[in-house]
């Protein structure tokens, strides 16, 4: 199984700050990485997939990166809906998806 | 308006069988590969199942394999989860995911999840 992994685990921000959550994949993944972020008590929702490629109504403050095995998210000016919990996804060995461990962004 | 619905969860006692029932609208459920997902509580997401369009093609995570069965009712635009010999680690949130058309392996669409508690 391709394992990912996160970092960091969790990070303090304030608003209007630039975040990078890296995610790196035990093998390459070929650009085949996807980002969702989860609130609390909620579903998880697609913010990137195709490592770069934005899904439908996620605003344009959400960027990912990368290639082969190592990938990041960047939130170019946080603001206050952001602060949750983002996840990194590989389906590179689709339908067998693993995830990432997390990264939650709290308020500094 | 894409919604999926997750019912069936509840508390079990370890060994025990439960089924997950996901009911989907707002889309042609018949031409979308679906998938169930699962969160401990506090933890990160773990991948459980798939199922193609036509039912034809299952996958499971080793985790659950030869425990669970997945299936789908493409009549009843109705995804299910059979859940049997129930472990305290299957504790967690069942999310019912939906593939993005075309994009296999990343799910636009998640249910509101329904929680399954395996305990004694």
């Known amino acids: 199984d391709i394992q990912m992994t996160q970092s960091p685990s969790s990070l303090s921000a304030s608003v209007g700050d630039r975040v990078t959550i890296t995610c790196r994949a035990s093998q390459g993944i070929s650009n085949s990485l996807a980002w969702y972020q989860q609130k609390p008590g909620k579903a998880p929702k697609l913010l990137l997939y195709a490592a770069s490629r934005l899904e439908s109504g996620v605003p344009s403050r959400f960027s990912g990166s990368g290639s082969g095995t190592d990938y990041t998210l960047t939130i170019s000016s946080l603001q206050p809906e952001d602060f949750a919990t983002y996840y990194c996804q590989q389906y590179y060995s689709t339908p067998r998806l693993t995830f990432g461990g997390g990264t939650k962004v709290e308020i500094k | 308006e894409v919604q999926l619905v997750e019912s069936g969860g509840g508390l079990v006692q370890p060994g025990g069988s439960l089924r997950l029932s996901c009911a989907a609208s707002g889309f042609t459920f018949s031409s979308y590969e679906m998938n169930w997902v699962r969160q401990a509580p506090g933890k990160g997401l773990e991948w459980v199942s798939y199922?193609?369009?036509?039912?034809?093609?299952?996958y499971y995570a080793d985790s659950v394999k030869g425990r669970f069965t997945i299936s789908r009712d493409n009549a009843k635009n109705s995804l299910y989860l059979q859940m049997n010999s129930l472990r305290a680690e299957d504790t967690a949130v069942y999310y019912c995911?939906?593939?993005?058309?075309?994009?296999?392996?990343?799910?636009?669409?998640w249910g509101q999840g329904t929680l399954v508690t395996v305990s004694s």
């Open positions: 995911a939906r593939d993005r058309y075309m994009v296999r392996g990343v799910i636009d669409y």
């Open positions: 199922i193609s369009s036509s039912g034809s093609t299952i």
